[in-house]
C-alpha cells in the first residue's frame, strides 16, 4: 500500500504564491504519473498538473505560465509551485500518484489527503 502525504497549502493574498508537496511512502517499485488535481466547492475534481517518468509535463489550460510541476524521484515527492495565485484558485488540492508497488508487484493509484488552498483577493 502507498501512502501520500502532503503539505503547503494555506491562505495567501492574489498575487502571492505557494508551493506543495506530496510525498510518497510505502512499497513502492516505480512512481510513473503523479499529478495534482483541485476541487472547488460544488465543482468537480479537475485535474491542475501532471508530471511523468519521463519528465513531459501537462497543465490546465487555466494555470500554464503560473504553475510548475516537479518531481524528485530519489525521495517520491512531487511539487506543485503556485505562482501570480488568483481567487479562482481557490479549492482542495490533492495528489495522485500512480506506479507499480507491493509484492506481488502490481499498479497502483493513490491519493492525498487535500490540502486547502485559498487566495484572497
Known amino acids: 500500500q502507498v501512502q501520500l502525504v502532503e503539505s503547503g497549502g494555506g491562505l495567501v493574498q492574489a498575487g502571492g504564491s505557494l508551493r506543495l508537496s506530496c510525498a510518497a511512502s510505502?512499497?513502492?517499485?516505480?512512481?510513473?504519473?503523479m499529478g495534482w488535481y483541485r476541487q472547488a466547492p460544488g465543482k468537480q475534481r479537475e485535474l491542475v498538473a501532471a508530471i511523468f517518468s519521463g519528465g513531459n509535463t501537462n497543465y490546465a489550460d487555466s494555470v500554464k505560465g503560473r504553475f510548475t510541476i516537479s518531481r524528485d524521484n530519489a525521495k517520491n515527492t512531487v511539487y506543485l509551485q503556485m505562482n501570480s495565485l488568483k481567487p479562482e484558485d481557490t479549492a482542495v488540492y490533492y495528489c495522485n500518484v500512480q506506479g507499480l508497488g507491493g509484492w506481488p508487484v502490481s499498479k497502483y493509484d493513490s491519493w492525498g489527503q487535500g490540502t486547502q488552498v485559498t487566495v484572497s483577493s
Open positions: 510505502g512499497s513502492i517499485f516505480s512512481t510513473n504519473a
